[in-house]
């Protein structure tokens, strides 16, 4: 059998360490080019989200307004999806309905 040197350890060594690093910063580079592919998905995705989002409030108020009868979980639902609208950059007429309900005190 062969002696293995301390100079081929070493150079086994950096070897991996530079394959290692290579692959890195493939993956990187992949994962740049993945992310700006997928961002006007990712655009279209959270537009249409404030949009689903806006109907439903604007119907969950509306319905609050003229005091029709809202049981527990969609109370839930209406905190849960106001949350989220604002998560994605919802502001406007929904936040002014909700101030004057809860003024109202029917919120």
Do not use: C
């Amino acid at each position: 059998m062969e002696n293995i040197t301390l100079g081929q350890i070493a150079t086994a060594f950096a070897f991996l360490i530079g394959l290692i690093g290579s692959i890195e910063m493939l993956m990187l580079r992949v994962n740049k080019k993945i992310t700006k592919i997928l961002e006007p998905i990712n655009k279209k995705i959270d537009n249409l989200e404030l949009t689903t989002d806006k109907n439903f409030l604007v119907r969950f108020l509306s319905d609050v307004e003229q005091g029709s009868q809202i049981d527990e979980i969609e109370w839930e639902r209406f905190y849960e999806t106001y949350k989220r609208y604002h998560d994605l950059g919802g502001n406007s007429y929904i936040d002014h309905k909700v101030s004057k309900l809860k003024k109202e005190g029917k919120i």
